[in-house]
Every structure is written in structure tokens, then in C-alpha cells.
């Protein structure tokens, strides 16, 4: 996404501005203020897992929950599927999730979502034209 996000605000900023908030950095920012027990978040974990308790909990078979985290970090999914990774689909620890969990995450990312854009649309906006160039 990163590239289409600079192409699309070199091209059409100050007209049209996007932002891209990493939800990876969101799942850091709720494990620093002790939202979630866990920092191993990428598919199918506590967040995710979480947030499908509190959603849809119908769509939830934690007797089925197994954590696994595999011993290679996030960049590697540019070099493979994430079943190279792990065998199962799961990245994090789906065992730690609860519907109570889900509510605060929920409620805690959209603020630092809002967050987030706000200073990225506030960084933006201050820029002056350089050369040819508003970006």
C-alpha cells in the first residue's frame, strides 16, 4: 500500500490527501497501554480474535484457538505465502482473546486512528510547493 499511497499524494495532493495507518502499529500502541496481553499479533491472534469476539462471537470456536508464532519476523510475507511461516494461518496467540478485549480495542484504535490521521493530514497540509512539486 505504501507505494500507492505516495503515488496517489504526489499526484493529487493538496486536492485529495490519503493516509495509511498500520494496524501493526496500532497493535503496539495497545500492548504498550496493556490493552492486550500479547506482541506476536499479525493474523489470527489475540487482536483479531478479540475483535471477532466482541463483533460476531457466533463466528468463534475457541476450542479450536492454538497459538503459534513463527521464528521468522513480518517481512518475511514479502517472500512468501504466511502458510511458509506458519502451517496453520495463525500469527499470535488467539488463546489470550475475550469479547471484553475486543470492546476496548475497538473502541481504543478508532481514537487512535483518528489520531493518527489528524497528524498525518496536519503534516501534510503544512507543506509549501518545493520545485514542481506539491508533495
Do not use: C
Not at 34 to 43: P, Q, S, V
Not at 62 to 69: E, L, S
Not at 107 to 127: P, Q
Amino acid at each position: 500500500m505504501t507505494p500507492v499511497v505516495r503515488q496517489l499524494n504526489a499526484t493529487l495532493n493538496p486536492d485529495m490527501m490519503v493516509a495509511l495507518v498500520d494496524v501493526g502499529e496500532l497493535s503496539a500502541m495497545l500492548y504498550e497501554e496493556g490493552i492486550i496481553e500479547t506482541n506476536t499479533e499479525l493474523h489470527a491472534g489475540e487482536v483479531e480474535t478479540s475483535k471477532m469476539l466482541y463483533l460476531a462471537p457466533e463466528t468463534v470456536q475457541m476450542d479450536k484457538a492454538v497459538d503459534f508464532v513463527p521464528e521468522v519476523k513480518r517481512p518475511f510475507l514479502n517472500y512468501g505465502s504466511i502458510f511458509r511461516a506458519t502451517p496453520i494461518g495463525v500469527w499470535g496467540e488467539p488463546t489470550k482473546a475475550s469479547a471484553e478485549k475486543g470492546k476496548l480495542i475497538m473502541e481504543r484504535s478508532i481514537d487512535l486512528v483518528i489520531e493518527k490521521m489528524n497528524e498525518i493530514f496536519d503534516y501534510m497540509s503544512k507543506k509549501e510547493r518545493f520545485g514542481y512539486s506539491d508533495f
